[in-house]
Nanobody
């Protein structure tokens, strides 16, 4: 099995920063791609940032220039550095990983349990 555990959420004032972490563990052969999504109350889950299979990074327009996605390959951990936070960034943030397990020929999708981010004064 594969587990994703997020951490780093919390309450922060507008203009503040938070760093989310996503630790991936289990029977991992290779993490093919990682991403962060968020879901605010009453809204659909949306992509925030990703490290896609082909390389590079993708960001939602609303977070470009403020958020940075990264990954520590040795630790199987992904990060989302969030700066200049705004009240509209308030949401539950979910980590997603596409993981190729030993003996499999195609990766499977896995999700973390979510970590809540609240931006408020």
């Amino acid at each position: 099995q594969v587990q994703l555990v997020e951490s780093g959420g919390g309450l922060v004032q507008p203009g503040g920063s938070l760093r989310l972490s996503c630790a991936v563990s289990g029977s991992i052969f290779r993490i093919v791609a990682m991403g962060w999504y968020r879901q605010a109350p009453g809204n659909q889950r949306e992509l925030v940032a990703s490290l896609p299979t082909g390389g590079g990074t993708r960001y939602a327009d609303s977070v470009k220039g403020r958020f940075t996605i990264s990954r520590d390959y040795a630790k199987n951990t992904g990060y989302l550095q969030m700066n200049s936070l705004k009240p509209e960034d308030t949401a539950v943030y979910y980590c997603n990983a596409q993981v190729l397990r030993a003996g499999q020929f195609s990766p499977s999708d896995y999700w973390g349990q979510g970590t809540r981010v609240t931006v408020s004064s």
